[in-house]
């Protein structure tokens, strides 16, 4: 399984952008990368998933450049309510329907006044 | 659409004592996964159900833990003796399957805190 190395944690202003950038250098050809997020007492939630260059919905963008080597999650002027701990993984997810998820420590966001 | 339920939120049992987890997963959702966080360390996978089948359990810790999922709907993890290192929160997570449309997505229940003195 890919290792991904992200920030330990990050501060940032209600209203600013905010870019998580996650690194997973041995990405496998299958391998597709997604983001969750996790509020304290709760169960980690689904975010966005993607395999190469960008990805958008309703809550991110998923960016990855051409060498998949990294990824980075934007998320657009956030609140307070974002403050929360985000998960990269990395796994194949299309052909192993059923892959256990491979959670690290995650980056804890501080989203401050 | 009703998320993945758990039961009990919180539990506080003695060393030695038995204590059953439980799991509703979303209405339709073959998959069935458990995970736990215990204190201080990552969420690590447990083990995966398709129906009523183990598919992987690989990360069942030892013995004292079984888990179970009769009639491929609602799951029990049960912890037989309780030992303090099992203190932590237990997750619970499904999934429909091979999607035409895309990958699969797993979907957390809210956790079980379990405390063992």
């Known amino acids: 399984l890919a290792k991904t190395t992200q920030p330990i944690s990050m501060d940032s202003y209600e209203g600013q952008e905010v870019n998580i950038t996650c690194s997973h250098n041995?990405?496998?050809?299958?391998?597709?990368i997604t983001w969750y997020q996790q509020f304290p007492s709760q169960g980690p939630r689904f975010i966005i998933q993607g395999y190469k260059t960008k990805v958008t919905n309703e809550v991110a963008s998923l960016f990855i450049p051409a060498d998949r080597k990294s990824s980075t999650l934007s998320l657009p002027r956030v609140s307070l309510s974002d403050t929360a701990v985000y998960y990269c993984?990395?796994?194949?997810?299309?052909?192993?329907?059923?892959?256990?998820?491979?959670f690290g420590g995650g980056t804890r966001l501080m989203v401050k006044p | 659409e009703a998320g993945v339920t758990q039961f009990p939120s919180h539990s506080v049992i003695e060393k030695g004592q038995t204590v059953t987890l439980r799991c509703d997963p979303i209405s339709g959702h073959d998959n069935l996964y458990w995970y736990r966080r215990v204190m201080g360390k990552e969420i690590k996978f447990l083990l995966h159900f398709v129906k009523e089948s183990k598919q992987d359990e690989s990360g069942m810790p030892n013995n004292r833990f079984l888990a179970e999922r009769t009639g491929g709907t609602y799951s029990t993890l049960k912890v037989q003796p309780a030992e303090l290192e099992d203190s932590g929160v237990y997750f619970c997570?499904?999934?429909?399957?091979?999607?035409?449309?895309?990958?699969?997505?797993?979907?957390f229940g809210p956790g079980t805190r379990l405390t063992v003195l």
């Open positions: 993984l990395v796994g194949d997810y299309l052909n192993n329907a059923g892959n256990m998820l491979t």
């Open positions: 041995n990405i496998a050809t299958n391998d597709y």
């Open positions: 997570a499904s999934s429909h399957g091979l999607s035409p449309f895309g990958t699969d997505t797993q979907y």
